[in-house]
């Protein structure tokens, strides 16, 4: 297969802090990628360099082949138009009726307000979420149901990738799940490859088609939901597992003393 997303070499320090030390990732086209790992080992860091909202010190990133690691402004807003984003806190504005939120890309384009509300039920139809949800306010919905207004809207401008940070984050199980089975159709029916952050590892094994473990700002792991589940690897057996005894925890328990 095609890779959609390319991570060549790239390297990211703050401070003199080194976040990511040569990562190198593949994500193929129409597929999910489940990024896992702890707290400050550079997950969020590599999704931001990806999205162009950082710069990485070195190495390079491909978006269908096009190196786009350093593009200039005009370019980048170009390229974001390929993107959608789920964030973890679904980020909608709470002055905005669900409707203006999930269309707020199409009117800052110019499109008619008629324009707008039409396609903003048709994509809660795709999540789900009856039309008359489309004029309430953020503040009258459920964490669940502010997840698929939101994931509405990442779907708004029809992007070829979407990026997911914690999407199940603070939901109840059946909630979880309901997410889950959203990102898997959005994937099927639209053809949309999707990078996914969680913690959740219920969640990671049922939507990825690979998965990659980050530790320190390295790649420690790679491969499919099988390959992680029998890993030998001691780090990612104590992580997917979510063992409090392990290499992980001996090696912050030495930082201490």
């Not at 990628?33 to 999205?51: A, E, Q």
């Not at 109840?172 to 898997?184: K, Y």
């Not at 979510?242 to 290499?247: I, L, R, S, V, W």
Request: proline share 3%.
């Amino acid at each position: 297969m095609v890779n959609k997303i390319e991570v060549i070499d790239v390297h990211k320090s703050f401070n003199g802090k080194t976040i990511l030390s040569g990562i190198n990732m593949q994500v193929e086209k129409g597929t999910s990628k489940v990024i896992i790992g702890g707290s400050g080992s550079g997950k969020s860091v590599l999704l931001k360099c990806i999205l162009g909202l950082l710069e990485p010190d070195s190495g390079k990133i491909l978006i269908d082949g096009k190196d786009v690691t350093h593009l200039k402004e005009k370019d980048r807003y170009q390229l974001m138009h390929q993107f959608g984003m789920l964030f973890q806190n679904s980020a909608l504005f709470d002055s905005m009726s669900i409707w203006q939120n999930i269309g707020f890309g199409l009117t800052q384009q110019g499109k008619s307000p008629s324009y707008v509300k039409s396609v903003a039920i048709e994509k809660l139809a795709l999540v789900g979420l009856a039309s008359d949800i489309a004029y309430l306010k953020p503040s009258e919905l459920s964490g669940g149901m502010r997840k698929r207004a939101a994931l509405a809207r990442a779907i708004c401008l029809e992007p070829e990738i979407i990026f997911y940070d914690e999407p199940t984050t603070g939901l109840d199980p059946i909630t979880s799940d309901i997410i889950n089975d959203l990102i898997i159709k959005l994937k099927n029916e639209l053809g949309v490859t999707s990078v996914i952050i969680t913690h959740d590892m219920h969640s990671a094994y049922k939507i990825a088609d690979s998965m990659t473990m980050l530790y320190k700002g390295k790649m420690i792991a790679t491969g499919t939901v099988k390959e992680i589940q029998n890993t030998d690897n001691p780090y990612v057996e104590q992580f997917i597992h979510g063992k409090a005894e392990g290499p992980i925890t001996q090696e912050i328990q030495d930082h201490i003393q």
